[in-house]
């Protein structure tokens, strides 16, 4: 594959990625300083990118071009994967956002006035429905666990950006993971090759990165009550995460999907890593239903 449609394919495919979504609060009436949402022109516009906001170097101004408009609800809202899919025919639209961000506004702060955003200028609606799904039973593996204990008075934020910059990754590895600065941590991705580096984790916390990555909920069965340090690499499989939509949009531009590379799967990763192991079962999940969602924004 040319290096030029290399970038693309991996760019187009990176779209698709589930990411860690936060997990916020209801939205508590709070409001943007001033917000303007427009249409994207994704035909001639570049892939989508956001940049800015609470826990970034400009905090008082908030940009996304391009997005999905299905990305966007599933970071306000917190919808892991499997309770939302970004390629919900609903909201496939690109728009483009710029949103000025009232002073001293935190990350868990920010998610609540985005949903005020998308319920005000979207008339947002939504319920939940129960559904029979594939899960994961996360426990203990055989041989015991093999993550590290957090140290009393250890590193107790993690840097969970929502939309992931190589700007917040330092360098790759030998084998092309990603490395983050000394004491930092977050979930990045470079050419489908994943790295989780977090501190002071619970196992519940663990689960519930699992369940964003692997598009499954994930049940905390360990019976592991401590806080963790990990890191996690693993490999993504494009053929597993990418939807039958997604395919064929990067079939179309690029003439073919990426190579992802040799590496340890997610499941096998979190046994090997950390000993922990991930049991798939039946079960019920909660997933998202759109009742209603407009089709351009209201005025700006």
């Known amino acids: 594959m040319h290096s030029k449609n290399r970038v693309r394919t991996l760019a187009l495919a990176s779209l698709w990625l589930a990411v860690r979504f936060w997990n916020v609060p209801a939205a508590n009436g ?3 300083d001033a917000a303007s949402v427009k249409p994207s022109n994704s035909v001639s516009a570049p892939g989508p990118s956001c940049g800015g906001g609470p826990g970034t170097a400009d905090p008082g101004l908030w940009r996304c071009s391009n997005m999905p408009l ?14 939302f899919s970004t390629h919900d025919p609903c909201c496939l639209a690109r728009f483009d956002f710029a949103v000025r961000v009232p002073e001293g506004v935190t990350k868990d702060q920010f998610g609540p006035m985005l949903q005020n955003l998308l319920r005000e200028r979207f008339k947002l609606a939504f319920h939940y429905q129960r559904k029979e799904m594939a899960i994961y039973e996360l426990t203990v593996a055989t041989n015991g666990p093999r993550m590290k204990p957090s140290p009393p008075g250890g590193p107790g934020e993690n840097d969970e950006p929502w939309w992931v910059s190589s700007t917040l990754v330092q360098s790759y590895d030998k084998d092309g993971y990603p490395v983050f600065p000394v004491g930092g941590s977050g979930l990045a991705s470079s050419a489908f090759h994943n790295r989780w580096t977090a501190f002071n984790v619970s196992t519940q916390d663990i689960a519930e990165t699992l369940s ?7 049940v905390d069965a360990t019976g592991l009550k401590g806080t963790y340090d990990i890191d996690l690499k693993w490999v993504v499989d494009s053929d597993f995460v990418l939807s039958e939509r997604a395919k064929t949009e990067i079939r179309e531009q690029v003439g073919e999907l990426p190579d ?5 799967t997610l499941v096998r990763a979190v046994l090997d890593q950390l000993g ?9 999940g909660e997933i998202v239903v759109i009742d209603h969602v407009e089709k351009a924004p209201a005025g700006n």
């Open 212 to 218: 964003d990555q692997s598009g499954r909920p994930v």
């Open 70 to 83: 299905a990305l966007v609800i599933s970071k306000a809202f917190g919808f892991p994967a499997f309770r």
């Open 260 to 264: 992802t590379g040799s590496g340890p």
């Open 30 to 32: 709070q409001s943007f």
């Open 276 to 284: 922990l192991k991930m049991n798939s079962k039946k079960g019920t």
